[in-house]
């Protein structure tokens, strides 16, 4: 079936280093979503990308789709300890069927 | 707000058990979905409904099964629970994809607080 594979699995940056998290898919996306897990939380969404090639800003945090749909990427710019947590990707299948990729943990050090 | 409930926040249960896990949804959404968080393996999907009554598998369906009879709530059952179905569960919701045209804001997923299953 259809996977989502991410890079790296962990990430340890200093405190206002960027921080960039990889998703791959093997298969061309309808759309691809970012979601944020704070430790001892559960995911939270932050962003949906639909177009080829579409970038999105939030803030520090920086969203890109592939020209080809095929794989996203989420930058993080002078990192914060409030950054903290687990990014995955999501992309949604045919009848609504959201699957994640494995997740980036994020740590930072103060 | 949108809210999604999880009936337990922790649960112990012993191997045989039958153990039913409860989500409930107050947007009036659709999709609900049940996934399984794992160390290392990120959340893997169960199975989830886009309709009342209506059901289909995850990634990971073996030994689990579902119910939706009404809008509101989608119900996760192990019928036996295994050591190997020690997880953290947490329930999902969003509203319907209505085509190609969908506009994108109502598709994210709404998550409940999770419910940890210790088998012993």
């Known amino acids: 079936g259809q996977q989502v594979m991410q890079i790296p699995q962990y990430q340890h940056v200093q405190e206002g280093e960027d921080f960039t998290t990889y998703c791959n898919s093997s298969?061309?996306?309808?759309?691809i979503q970012w979601y944020k897990q704070r430790p001892g939380g559960h995911p939270v969404f932050l962003i949906q990308?639909?177009?080829?090639?579409e970038v999105k800003k939030q803030k520090r945090l920086t969203f890109q789709f592939g020209e080809a749909k095929k794989n996203s990427s989420l930058h993080i710019t002078a990192t914060q300890t409030t950054d903290v947590g687990t990014y995955f990707c999501?992309?949604?299948?045919?009848?609504?069927?959201?699957?994640f990729g494995p997740g980036t943990s994020l740590s930072v050090i103060p | 707000d949108v809210k999604v409930t999880q009936s337990s926040r922790y649960l112990v249960k012993r191997t045989g058990e039958k153990v039913f896990l409860e989500c409930v949804q107050d947007?009036?959404?659709?999709?609900m979905f049940w996934y399984r968080q794992d160390p290392g393996l990120g959340l893997r999907l169960i199975y989830f409904s886009y309709d009342v009554k209506m059901k289909e598998k995850g990634d990971i369906p073996e030994g689990y099964s579902v119910s939706r009879e009404k809008k509101e709530r989608f119900s996760l059952i192990l019928e036996s629970a295994s050591t190997n179905q020690t997880s953290m569960y947490l329930c999902?919701?969003?509203?319907?994809?209505?085509?190609?045209?969908?506009?994108?804001?109502?598709?994210?997923?709404?998550f409940g607080s999770g419910t940890q299953l210790s088998v012993l």
């Open positions: 947007m009036d959404h659709e999709n």
């Open positions: 999902a919701s969003s509203s319907v994809w209505t085509g190609k045209l969908l506009v994108a804001t109502n598709e994210k997923l709404f």
């Open positions: 999501a992309a949604k299948t045919s009848y609504d069927k959201v699957i």
């Open positions: 298969t061309t996306l309808s759309n």
């Open positions: 990308l639909v177009k080829s090639g």
